[in-house]
């Protein structure tokens, strides 16, 4: 039936192909309900004569899968590194105001404090002197020690200087001497550093410990942790 203007009421139709739509949320990139509808499309549009083959349908299935689950994967692994890296820095607070042991023979002293430190040697030494130098490099105590046996000695310098006077507050060099077969050596010194801040710094979320003095170190260089 005709309209009175003589237009068909199925002018108003129009035949609309269907199109595949695909997520915009996702940064361009196809999510597996946007490969199930494209693959429904392909078997929609396929010549039939040379219809898709079984084997060809799984193996396209089976890559996308793959490489879902490959990337839901390293998502799962860069949460987990995340989460490793926040529960070390959250370990690494506790060590804020304890002291850690370093492969460095200068440290900080404040008011008040008594540094402590170890001797390194291979081989035991005889006639071991400790030289407490300042930043200009005097002298100003020397500490006996006598007989070292190979392996870690521990001191503890009181801080006070050869006139009888305490040491300021400053930077300070622990230099070791003595004989090791009747020959006169340089032995190793490691300090005690205070622990004052810890920072989670660089993309890999690498743990640095801001020692006292201004210096900083990487948690990993730590030789040994004091209660004190």
């Keep these: 039936m005709e309209s009175v203007n003589g237009s068909s009421s199925l002018d108003g139709l129009r035949w609309q192909r269907e199109e595949v739509k695909v997520a915009q949320d996702d940064d361009g990139m196809l999510t597996q309900e946007d490969f199930f509808a494209l693959m429904t499309q392909e078997l929609a549009h396929q010549d039939p004569t040379k219809p898709v083959e079984n084997n060809e349908m799984i193996s396209q299935m089976t890559a996308f899968s793959t490489t879902d689950g490959v990337a839901k994967l390293n998502d799962s692994f860069a949460d987990f590194a995340a989460s490793m890296s926040s529960s070390q820095a959250l370990q690494a607070s506790s060590l804020v105001g304890r002291s850690v042991l370093v492969e460095d023979n200068v440290f900080g002293m404040a008011a008040g404090e008594e540094p402590k430190g170890k001797i390194i040697t291979d081989q035991p030494a005889s006639n071991v002197n400790i030289y407490v130098e300042n930043t200009a490099g005097e002298i100003i105590q020397t500490v006996p020690v006598g007989n070292v046996a190979a392996g870690e000695s521990g001191f503890t310098w009181d801080g006070m ?29 490691m300090t005690y550093r205070k622990v004052d801040s810890v920072t989670l710094a660089g993309a890999g979320g690498q743990i640095v ?5 201004g210096s900083s170190m990487n948690l990993s260089d730590v030789v040994e942790v004091s209660q004190g």
């Design 161 to 189: 200087m050869s006139n009888g006077e305490r040491a300021p507050e400053g930077a300070y060099r622990f230099r070791v001497g003595g004989l090791v077969d009747g020959q006169a050596s340089e032995l190793q010194a």
């Design 209 to 213: 410990l801001n020692l006292n003095g």
